[in-house]
Every structure is written in structure tokens, then in C-alpha cells.
């Protein structure tokens, strides 16, 4: 900090604030745009300054329940979230403990972050049409009439929940890979000596120190979950999640109505983002206050 800026550092700074510019520039547009007065458009400049598309989005977007879509995506992301801390962390202790080809089950986990995601989204879907092609043909073939009431097994929990699990497991497993690459198992050595069990060294020490870190694997999960369009677009039923929802409003909205939606989407996710780091914060404080108040007389 001493030394004299020269021109280096200021062409750094001017590309990475380009850079930033680049990143939140559409947002911040829309920011803006969703705050115009009621005769407002959907470019600048601007007409007006108030909340009237804001109090128009809460009265319903045309003929889409956006909020119900809310719900679904509310819904369905607190579940990815919580398979995918469960699995990561248990399957994380599997692969640092080693089992018979944990080579191939990680190249087969890390797999779909390679296939395009319409790909994946698209071989879903076959698969369940398939298994309902499956039941109408057994329906004919017998007669029974539970099966002759069936009506398709996709749907939220089922076929969109795993199309949405081959895009945050991976993440959850690289990044419990990571901090168990980390974990001393010291910690646990010390646990045992002292009587603990495995399911008591695991729920009382394993955990509490891995905690800002599930916390992560749980923003990572529900985040990517709730954003998620591709993989969600073959694989979801009849029933749109809202980021299948907002595709579908660029082409019928025509007012800045849609720009309140995003910005009502994103100060959402800012608030789940913001909840986990203050979270991630208060677990780690927490830990060390009983760290230091076990190391006092």
C-alpha cells in the first residue's frame, strides 16, 4: 500500500469494475425500470418514479398464478436443499472413509455437470413418459381399475426433484470433498478417547465443526434449485415452476410488471443469500466462544 499505484493498477481496476458493470448491470436495469410510474415502459427513459407495478404484480399477473408458481419453487428448492446437505455430508464421509470403486461413483456423480442440462432436463422426461406408457399398457392388458385412473407419474416431487438433484449434488459433493480434506480427525481420535460413540462423535463434534459449511451446501442447493430453467423444462408435468413461469411472461407481459417480478425474485434471493452468511457467521462465532470458554479455568 506504500508503494505508487502506476498504470497497471489502474487498468486492472478499470477492467474489474467493467467487469462488475457487466455482472449486475441488467439488474440494476431492471432495478430501475421496475419503479416507473404508471404510464412507464419497458426501456428508459423512464416515466415517473413509484411502486404502482409493484401493487400490479400483487394483484396477479394476468392469467398466470404467479404465486402458486412461487410456491412450487419455494417448495420443491427447500427439498433439493435438504437431500442434497444430507447426501453430500453422508456421501462425503463415505468417500473420505473409501469404499470399492469410488473412482467411478464420483466420475458418474460429477457426470451430469457435463451433460447440457436440456439434455438431462430431456432424458428425464422420457424416462417417466416411458414408465406411464408402462402402466397405461399393464391398465389394458388387466383391466384393474387403479391403474386405468393414472395419469402421469411426473410431476414436483418426482420427476422435477431429480432433474434438479443432478445439478446441486455434484456441488454439494465437491464442496464436502473440499472441507473434509480439511477436517483433522484428531478431532474425532479425541471424541473417541473419551467414550463417544460414533453416532455422538458424529452429532457432536463432526457436525457443530462442518456447520458453516453445510450451511453453504445448503445455499448452493436451494439457490440453484429455485433459478433453475433447463433442466426443469422437459421434466416438470404439468405445472410450471416460477423461472418456467417468467420464461413464458418475456413473450406475453408488456409492461414493467415483469421487471417488479424480477426484482421482487432477486431481493428474494439476496435474502436467502444474506440469511445463510449471517448464519455461516453466527455458527463460527459460536464455536469459538466455546472453544475459548473451554480453554478458561
Not at 50 to 69: N, Q, R
Not at 183 to 207: C, I, K, M, N, W
Amino acid at each position: 500500500m506504500d508503494r505508487p499505484r502506476g498504470f497497471a493498477f489502474y487498468g486492472l481496476a478499470g477492467i474489474f469494475c467493467l467487469y462488475v458493470l457487466f455482472l449486475y448491470g441488467p439488474t440494476l436495469t431492471i432495478l430501475a425500470l421496475s419503479f416507473q410510474g404508471p404510464s412507464g415502459g419497458l426501456t428508459f427513459p423512464m416515466n415517473g418514479v413509484s411502486t404502482h407495478w409493484f401493487a400490479k404484480l400483487w394483484e396477479g399477473v394476468g392469467v398466470v398464478d404467479i404465486w402458486a408458481a412461487l410456491r412450487r419453487s419455494l417448495m420443491l428448492g427447500l427439498v433439493v436443499m435438504a437431500l442434497t446437505v444430507t447426501l453430500a455430508f453422508y456421501a462425503g464421509l463415505a468417500f473420505r472413509k473409501g469404499f470399492a470403486g469410488a473412482g467411478l461413483v464420483f466420475a458418474l456423480a460429477v457426470s451430469s455437470l457435463i451433460v447440457p442440462s436440456i439434455v438431462v432436463s430431456l432424458g428425464i422426461g422420457l424416462e417417466f413418459r416411458l414408465l406411464d406408457d408402462a402402466v397405461k399398457a399393464l391398465a389394458d392388458a388387466t383391466g384393474w381399475g387403479v391403474l386405468q385412473d393414472h395419469g402421469t407419474f411426473m410431476g414436483l416431487f418426482t420427476s422435477a426433484l431429480g432433474a434438479h438433484l443432478t445439478w446441486t449434488l455434484p456441488f454439494g459433493l465437491l464442496i464436502m470433498f473440499a472441507v473434509f480434506n480439511r477436517f483433522s480427525p484428531a478431532y474425532e481420535e479425541a471424541a473417541r478417547d473419551l467414550g463417544a460413540t460414533g453416532a455422538q462423535t458424529l452429532r457432536h463434534v463432526v457436525v457443530p465443526i462442518l456447520a458453516p459449511a453445510l450451511v453453504g451446501v445448503a445455499l448452493f442447493g436451494f439457490t440453484l434449485s429455485f433459478d433453475e430453467l433447463a433442466r426443469t423444462s422437459q421434466a416438470i408435468g404439468g405445472r410450471n415452476t416460477l423461472p418456467l413461469e417468467l420464461q413464458g411472461l418475456t413473450t406475453t407481459v408488456t409492461t414493467p410488471e415483469i421487471y417488479a417480478l424480477g426484482t421482487t425474485t432477486t431481493a428474494f434471493s439476496a435474502l436467502v443469500i444474506g440469511t445463510a452468511l449471517g448464519l455461516t457467521v453466527w455458527l463460527q462465532r459460536r464455536r469459538a466462544r466455546r472453544a475459548l470458554a473451554g480453554l478458561r479455568p
